[in-house]
């Protein structure tokens, strides 16, 4: 019977992060993935963050499998015929350390699972985790659906993502059935474009890449957003929304990115290009509010798991990195004591209270749930901008104070002023 | 029992493309395998094993990358795996390759008696099927080439016998050991990986053999022992659908009489 330190399952960005980093302390560590490798699966739109990747993986993007790194971000809000932006591109964003990259999930991860390889650690695929084996109220091992498949250790570390079907079912530390406002559906499709067509209607130098959040158009009213990212050869485009107003409204996730992608304001940007994959995936959009248990008796939950996912900022790999690195420190100090009670694993909460992640979480908690009551950020906003800037630009003769007028004068038919002052509060209270 | 498995790591040709100018195959992006016959031969070996115990062996000429397989090789169950990677070996034809291969297995042999060499039958980049025969030729041991399995083993009396697949059905054909096979595809179902297997497969790490440890004569490896020449690639027609045949519900027996004159003449129904 083969007993290790500690068990990962799930070889995400929190799986593998939690890996190395155990493997690297020198700890007997195995990760169960149920892909045919890292990555095989797994969705992100994805930008990838270069401080947090290099707390685990120094100087990464040396050798990592990136795309391109991302000298300019833009935010777009988007009506079915105009799009009001705004954006930075800054030179520093290009230079080592750099501050983002575009990436494909499967070469990335894949990266990671052989970087755990090298310091030692197993990574075990195509094999699922059913079950968490559990004794005396402790956590000691799991079961895989191969033969003679339990396997034991001191630690399970739980990474399986946003389905967390082990963390709700077998370790009872997650609700069953997470809401339906505490979910987002996304889909996203690699179109391919060549180097070149990328490079000139983004307006880049060679190799550099932009990205494009857009909120208004993209999601037909819904919270939620769209992204355009750029790649090496392709562009990733993709549209996600909570999963309440989906079934409310009735529109389908593909649907939605159809109508974004023949959207006038994008169309050109992919036009020509062929695509080549198309994946959906949820994105846990519960937050704070919605965070598991998130330590017990031989075992820790990390990364999409665990809730960690900043929405409003595109940010989960890198919370489920960091978690994923607090967790596999939490289980070196806790080796050195020979403790892995829920008490000896404590340290991980505090950890992360400490860190970014609870800090962010908590200053969002309650921003899902307030925009999926109150839409109008991602309907009437966007209209209310395209209007203001189009009788900004607008050149007809008109005196501007009289524009100036007239801009306020429809701007307030649209919504009160009282509305409009709720509104900043608002928007003010649940996300600055 | 001693089997020596020769695998090979191949582009997933289900996922390969051809480029229309140069008529070659895409690699780029194109994830590897292990050439699908070879691991029908290797399960073969490993339940030969199962019945009459003993090891199994598997080995793999490529480049470093080329390990992977053989990790895979392990997690099966197979017992040891070699890696026979130089420089020196680049370039291969199927020449060149058996020689690499024949005597790996010769110099295994040595250290602990080799009764049977699988190979697959043939491999789906090249699909030359010459490797097998290539290497029974050079060691001097009888070839059965196509088999559909092993039927019976005998490893006192050093006998064994096969179903062999042939043009118009199968036979059975029994030789001695030491024996080299290749095998159909398909012609079992290939094992679902145990655990204990699998986390040996991830800790293993195969032995590598180059030319120093082979000691093989120059001349014969590689791109200069290789006198393959490729005269032209094409990719070859699509096939058309078959001849239809009317079938008249007045008359049946004018339908009946017409499929069978057709098949009398060919070799599917003998006269
Ligand atoms: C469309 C989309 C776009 C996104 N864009 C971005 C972005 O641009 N930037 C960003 O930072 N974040 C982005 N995110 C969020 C980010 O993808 C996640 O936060 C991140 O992947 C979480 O990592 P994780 O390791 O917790 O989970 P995952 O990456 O989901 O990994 C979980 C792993 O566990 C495996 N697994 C699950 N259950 C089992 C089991 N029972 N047995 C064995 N294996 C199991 C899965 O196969 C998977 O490999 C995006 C998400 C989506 C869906």
Redesign the pocket.
Known sequence: MEKFDAIV????????SAAYTLADNGLDVIV????DY????????????SEPTSQIFPDFWKEAPLERPIIEENYWLLTEGSVTKVGHRNEKFGEAPYNAFSVF?AHF?KWMGEEVKKKGGLVICE????DIIQKDGKVIGVSTGRTEGDIYANVVIV?????S??TQKALKMQKMNMKEDQLAV???EVIYLNEEKIEDRFALEKGFGATIEVIGDATKGMVGTA?I?TNKESISI?T?ALMSQMIEKKISPNDLLEAFKSNPMVRPLIQGGETKEYAG???PEGGYNAMPKLYGNGVLV????AQ??NGFH???????MIS?KLAAETIVEASGKGDFSEKGLASYQSKLEESFIIKDLKKYKNASEYFDHNTELFSLYPELASDAMYNFFKVDGTPKKEMQKKMMREIFAKRSKTSLAKDMYNFWRVLV | MHSVVCIKQVPDVTEVKIDPETNTLVRVGVPSIVNPYDMNALEEALRLKDQYGGKVTVITMGPPMAEEILNKAVGHGADEGILLSDRAFAGADTLATSYVLSTAVAKISEEEKVDLIFCGKQAIDGDTAQVGPGIAARLKMPLLTYINGVQECDPEQNKIVVKRKVKSGYEITQTQMPAVITSNRDINDVRYETMPDLIKAARFKAKVWGNKELQLDQKQLGLNGSPTMVRDIFAPEEKQGGEKIHFNPDKPEETVDMIVNKLVPSVVVPN
């Open positions: 399952v799930g070889a995400g960005p929190a799986g593998l169960i993935e149920r892909g890292p990555g095989a699966k797994n969705v992100m739109g994805g930008i990838l963050y999930r991860d094999t699922v985790v059913e990474a399986e993502g946003v389905n079907m082990l996304a889909v996203k992204f990212y993709g996600g995936h949820m994105i990390v990364g999409d798991s960690m996912v595109r940010e989960g790999s890198n919370m489920a994923g």
